[in-house]
């Protein structure tokens, strides 16, 4: 007995002590980032920038609807210097609830597209995802599909599965279509779609793949990238989901709305507004933006790049070419409390 | 007296600090815009209404199916298997619920080896064949059913091991047959401690986000998080979680109720040892299949599945598992010691003084139990983030350096959070051991001039030392699982296993999730067998 509570002294002394380990530098030459994008998915990179210029990044990663809260609440005191998340929606949130500064970065200006950043420097797109449709190559003929609208009709009754209205991806798709064919049309769209679905909806991207693999459905909605990584997987179960699937890039042609182009979106960071190492996260960001960093995100994850001239992944250049849909993606963000109840009136879980 | 009135205004400011993230989240919820509550009163309020309802109605008839029939065998009556069924009952405990939910789902869905083999072997394609929706609410009912029956099962156990045996063997001399005394005698006397087990489990269903949301079941939970994520409104979505308030207050009248004046106190001070009732033949087989059945399902299926993918097909886990490993233990550590001192404090106040103001306050403190993780670390940060921002402007006012978020920006913050969560659990197990022994023993205590601090410690603490180790270990468990405040509180470059796990299954990679969620298991596992043999040890074999 005496020796357990010398054990357990002992714990609780050497716990105390890293309480007091783990509190956040605030000097130095570190940067401090609050990430939405999973550690997984960043870290590798950040490793790569210290190596490079010496400076130490601190990282915490969570929700991106959390972690805004968290800069809000902290205000001033905040230790965060960059704020990383995924989804344009999601990143014009954070300009509005005041928690990001403009900076003018002439290098990102040069090589970032306008349309994937903030016009007034608040937040630089990252790394681009599209969002089409995805078929069964067996039970669909390419002469079916032609755009999202059209999958409201009757002809699709039980073939199509999709991903939850909690997934923000979603929420952003309809917020650019409210923007293109107006919130009335893409309520009757959604309610059409609805009525066409095989299951409910449930599950991440990955599983509206298998849905539609193993037969449950024919067509879904999902970022290609999760179909890149079933096609790289060395799993044989993953490799056979995605040789039964093709990418369907819809609104091509078209007059006005209809021919607007695929949806995309993007995932970016902005600088924190209290931030105490602007230098330091400034070097980080365009470290991000750099050949090599974007080179790592299309070869790792898949993605797009944003910046010309960066090699993309075989499983990229397999799904083709496609139009964007040339949409201001500030819209998204604007538009997204309107989607989200839209979807709710449209019955769409 | 002094002293007396002391402890009760010490309890009292204990309780309000940890109701204060309560608080603040009702607080928020009056600020609510009566437009958006309005949309989602034509909407969805309906739908999270009788979802979150028909989930509790489930999981309650589960829990009681599955934990009290096998507490009351592995107890009372003696067949092949039942020693060790006995602790191995207790592991679905170690199993988080969202994680039994994924990989159940890895298994039995669509596009799972099983559907699979059942194609393959009829040749039938989707459609042609009947087979359970595991992503439904009635999946969300039978998975949460199998990771939190062990909470009644615990209570129900230590309550039937605890019944003196005269008790029975009074009823059996008065003519009861066993099985009439198990239904007359031994199930009422049980009945506070299976309706404790019962009321943890459900505001464990109440606070669940992972697995219904992973099931697209749409329930208050996720309604709350919808409108906090969807929406950006933290105060509608306060306000959806103060009706989840509601509920809870529901569930602690329940309790009250079904206790009302009864005292429980065992007379018991020497036990002899307990005739279990032998069963033979096919009472037997039954007894070891209803036993059986629980654990196969809730530990030994998922855990199997886990280890499969861990060994198998995940990426293997870097070395800093072990710094991930340590994080989570003494996290979890360090937390169930707070929660349950001040669990201690609270329940001795009310215990010498049980006046109403006392024994409201400290029922309250336990509310946070079926609150979603992710509002609770909001109501912690924002007090938390507004007393390091007075402090900064002090330190500014003499000239120091800044301390930075000293509170919201360390793992106070965490500690905290996890206080007002789970405090409730900690409350629930210390409550009923203090409440077994007989004030008689105060009186006596008092007499001999000792003030109440001191009776505590000679005498209470050390009698209920089992209720209190039971409270320390369902504690750590409950952290170790915990995901969303974590998730959201936690310090720069601190990770724990459960983090590990979410990140990896949220990216869609539940393969590569099932190291970590295998070490969580492990890791739960060692406490949830210390805290079988200290419930044995109550009963001399």
Known sequence: MRHMTIINKFILSAVAASVLFITTAQAGDIVNVYSARKEALIKPLLDEFSAITGIKVNLITGKADALLKRLQVEGSATPADLFITVDAGRLHRAKEAGVLKPVSLPVLENSIPQALRDSDGYWYGLTLRARPIIYAKDRVSINELSNYEALAEAQWDGRICLRSSQAVYNQSLVAATIDAIGAEATQDWMEGMVDNLAKPPSGGDTDQLKAVAAGVCDVTIVNTYYLARLINSSKPADQAVASKLAVFWPNQQGPGAIGRGAHFNVSGAGFTKYGKHPEQAQALLEYLASAPAQAWYAKINNEYPVVAGVEISQALKGFGDYKMDPIDLEILGQNNRQAVQLMDRAGWK | ?541
């Open chain 2, 1 to 541: 007296m002094f002293r007396r009135h002391g402890l009760s205004v010490f309890a009292v400011v204990i309780a309000a600090f940890i109701l204060l993230p309560v608080i603040v989240i009702a607080s928020y919820a009056l600020q609510a815009d009566g437009e958006l509550w309005q949309h989602l009163f034509d909407t969805v309020l309906n739908e999270y209404l009788v979802n979150s309802l028909l989930l509790l109605l489930g999981v309650g008839a589960g829990v009681l199916v599955l934990g009290v029939p096998t507490a009351w065998l592995t107890s009372m009556c003696s067949f092949p298997g039942r020693r060790w069924l006995s602790w191995a009952l207790l592991l679905p405990l170690a199993m988080p619920a969202y994680i039994i939910a994924y990989t159940y789902t890895g298994l039995l869905d669509f596009a799972g080896p099983v559907q699979t083999w059942i194609r393959d072997l009829t040749g039938l394609g989707y459609g042609d064949y009947w087979f359970f929706e595991i992503r439904s609410l009635g999946g969300a009912i039978v998975m949460m059913s199998l990771v939190l029956y062990p909470y009644v099962y615990l209570m129900a156990r230590a309550a039937f091991l605890e019944q003196s045996v005269s008790s029975i063997e009074v009823g059996c001399s008065l003519g009861y047959s066993r099985w009439r005394a198990m239904w007359s005698l031994a199930l009422p006397m049980a009945r506070p401690a299976i309706i404790a087990g019962l009321s943890l489990a459900l505001m464990e269903t109440l606070a669940d986000y992972g697995t219904v949301q992973y099931f697209g079941v749409s329930t208050f939970t996720t309604g709350i998080f919808r409108t906090f994520y969807g929406y950006g409104d933290t105060a509608a979505a306060a306000q959806l979680a103060a009706s989840l308030l509601a509920f809870v207050m529901l569930l602690v009248l329940l309790e009250r109720y079904s206790r009302r004046r009864a005292r429980y106190h065992s007379a018991a001070e020497s036990r002899a040892r307990a005739d279990l009732i032998p069963l033979m033949g096919s009472k037997a087989v039954l007894a070891v299949v209803l036993c059986l059945a629980p654990l196969m399902f809730g530990f030994i299926i998922p855990a199997t599945q886990l280890l499969f993918w861990a060994v198998f097909e995940a990426e293997p886990l870097g070395w800093d598992f072990v710094n991930l490993a340590w994080n989570s233990f003494s996290l979890a550590f360090l937390a169930a010691i707070v929660a349950v001192t001040l669990a201690i404090i609270l329940s001795y106040a009310k215990r010498t003084n049980p006046i109403k103001p006392v024994r409201t306050v400290i029922a309250m403190a336990g509310f946070g139990y079926a609150l979603p993780g992710t509002i609770i670390a909001i109501g912690v940060l924002i007090p938390l983030a507004w007393a390091d921002h007075s402090l900064i402007a002090l330190f500014e006012r003499f000239g120091w350096d800044s301390p930075g978020l000293f509170l919201s920006g360390s793992l106070v913050a965490l500690l905290f959070a996890y206080t007002v969560r789970f405090l409730a659990v900690a409350l629930g197990s210390v409550q009923s051991g203090l409440e077994k022994i007989k004030p008689s023993l105060d009186h006596a205590g008092r007499s001999m001039g000792h003030g109440p601090l001191a009776i505590l410690r000679k005498i209470h603490v050390p009698l209920m030392r089992t209720s209190i180790l039971t409270a320390v270990l369902i504690v750590f468990v409950d952290v170790l699982k915990e995901l969303p405040a974590t998730l959201i509180l936690r310090p720069f470059n601190f990770n724990t296993m459960a983090v590990r796990a979410y990140e990896l299954a949220s990216d869609e990679r539940l393969v590569d999730a099932a190291p970590a969620s295998i070490m969580i298991v492990l890791v739960g596992l060692i406490p949830v067998l210390m805290l079988h043999a200290s419930i044995t040890r109550r009963r001399p074999h």
